[in-house]
Nanobody
Framework: QVQLVESGGGLVPAGGSLRLSCAAS????????MGWFRQAPGKEREFVAG????????YYADAVKGRFTISRNNAKNTVYLQMNSLKPEDTAVYYC?????????????????WGQGTQVTVSS
C-alpha cells in the first residue's frame, strides 16, 4: 500500500512562491504517474498538474499554466509542485495522488492513494 505525505504549504502574499513536496512510501513509486489536485472551501476537488512515471510528460490546468511546475525525483520517491506568482484564488488544500487507471490525468477518479493534503493560503 502506497502512502503519500504532502508538505510545504503555508501562508504567502499574492505574487509569492511556495514549493510543495509529496513523499511516497513503497517501492513502486516510479511505475506510476502522479498528480496534484486542490480543493477550496465549498468547491469540488480540481486537477492542478500531472506528471508521467518517467517525468517526460506533464499536464497542467489552464488556471496554473505558466505559473506552476510539476516535477519528480524517482530516486527520492518524491513529486514536487513549484508554485510561482500565487494568487488569492489559488488558496486551497492541495493533495497529491497516484494515478491508478489509464486515460486522462485531469479526472480525480483516475487517481488513488490520496495524501492528507497541505493548506495553501494566499493573502491579497
Amino acid at each position: 500500500q502506497v502512502q503519500l505525505v504532502e508538505s510545504g504549504g503555508g501562508l504567502v502574499p499574492a505574487g509569492g512562491s511556495l514549493r510543495l513536496s509529496c513523499a511516497a512510501s513503497g517501492r513502486s513509486f516510479s511505475n506510476y504517474g502522479m498528480g496534484w489536485f486542490r480543493q477550496a472551501p465549498g468547491k469540488e476537488r480540481e486537477f492542478v498538474a500531472g506528471i508521467s512515471w518517467s517525468g517526460d510528460r506533464t499536464y497542467y490546468a489552464d488556471a496554473v499554466k505558466g505559473r506552476f511546475t510539476i516535477s519528480r525525483n524517482n530516486a527520492k520517491n518524491t513529486v514536487y509542485l513549484q508554485m510561482n506568482s500565487l494568487k488569492p484564488e489559488d488558496t486551497a488544500v492541495y493533495y497529491c495522488a497516484r494515478k491508478i487507471s489509464g486515460g486522462t490525468y485531469y479526472a480525480p477518479d483516475a487517481f488513488g492513494s490520496w495524501g492528507q493534503g497541505t493548506q495553501v493560503t494566499v493573502s491579497s
